[in-house]
């Protein structure tokens, strides 16, 4: 393949969308990582179990989870509330740190 009209630099969750819903076959997805997925993958290591995800999955605006959720397959979205805490010092912050910094 000398040339090609869309190069996807990246197999994470955006990468992967738009080289799937892209009108062409004429598409070369590159990814750096030994598996697809970039910020959205679970690593089993030692007993323990990390499960990673974009940052974009901690809506700020309920407007545009609603907008998506109406969008994507009910029988493929799995919705979880959790009530996660990282602790910084003395203070527990809710989860995602980088949303919560007014808890300081």
Known sequence: MDRVTHLVVGAGVSGLAFANF?????VLLLEADSEIGGYC??????GF???????????????L??????RMP???????R????????????DFPFQKNIHQL
């Open 22 to 26: 892209i009108d062409t076959d004429d």
């Open 49 to 63: 179990v990390w499960d990673y995800s974009g940052h974009f999955f901690h809506f700020k605006h309920k407007e």
């Open 65 to 70: 989870e609603t907008y998506l959720l109406e």
């Open 82 to 93: 959790k009530d996660t805490r990282i602790r910084y010092g003395d203070r527990l912050i």
């Open 74 to 80: 009910a029988d493929e979205v799995k919705v979880i």
């Open 41 to 46: 993958k679970t690593i089993k290591r030692d």
